[in-house]
């Protein structure tokens, strides 16, 4: 056998695989994807008129439904995306942050989740505003600073979505870029490096339309985003703070105060994983009734 054959190459495992995939690039190539389209579509959002806005978008602007496919597109990988990226970085743990860098760093995903969760309000269809309810009802369960708190992010059934687009395009953005701007100094990402998924999110809103689900008199269950259903059902079973805001809070701890050794690691790990079990469990089943 000659050197330099195939079968002299070493074979790459499926974890090798995985860890060793630049998912931090391509998140953050999925984010600029939707800041840029962001940007197309907020030039034509009317707050005062929102699900109008948001519908009119695909006869108003020239390729109107391509931009709102590729904000919405863009905005669902770079969750998914941001998430392959730390369970890579917590799977593989070589490498060491300091405490605050970690605590920062972790904070990005549930900011991620919120900016993808106000972006579901913003449509003010069915989905967006069964979510925004849903949402300001959890955030006024909170003891002493609910209130305060729901005035602040959401305040729908006041406001409408004036404070949810304030946040959306600007609190929550300038927050996650605190978090993150350090790593990003560190780790730059280059577009030629991940065209796949510039392709593949591009192609996407071509060929699919981003949703748009019109309110439907006499629906017994409203599906809410696609991250936020197992929530939704086990809202069904619990009061709304423990449902809402202590068992998502469990997760968040665990997340942001993970050890880097020990058993107290593979204990917080274990927890981890017995939560996203159930989380998944509880959205299959809220998913069934939809």
Known sequence: MTPGTDFDRPRRSPRHLFLTHPWGGSALISLYLSVLSGIVVALQYNPADPFYATSALELVVPYGSFWRGLHYYSSQAFFLLLICHFTAVVWDNTHY???????????????????????????????????????????????LIGVWLNDLLLAVTTHGVLRVYA???????????ICVWPHLRRYPARWRNHLVVVSCVALLAVLTTAPLE??????????????????????????????????????VCLLLFLPHRGTARKWCLLLTGTWLGLYAVLSFVSWTRI
Do not use: K
Request: charged share 10%.
């Open 97 to 143: 942050y300091s405490r605050m860098s970690w605590l920062r760093l972790s904070l990005s995903l549930p900011l991620a989740m919120l900016l993808l969760f106000t972006g579901y309000i913003l449509r003010d269809d069915a989905t967006g505003e069964a979510a925004g309810l849903i949402g300001e009802n959890i955030l006024r369960s909170i003891p």
């Open 167 to 177: 946040n959306h395009i600007a609190g929550l953005m300038v927050i996650g870029g």
């Open 214 to 251: 019109p309110h439907h008199f006499g629906m017994l269950h409203i599906g809410g985003p696609w991250f936020f259903l197992g929530l939704q059902e086990i809202l069904r079973y619990m009061p709304t703070f423990w449902a809402g805001v202590a068992y998502p809070a469990l997760f």
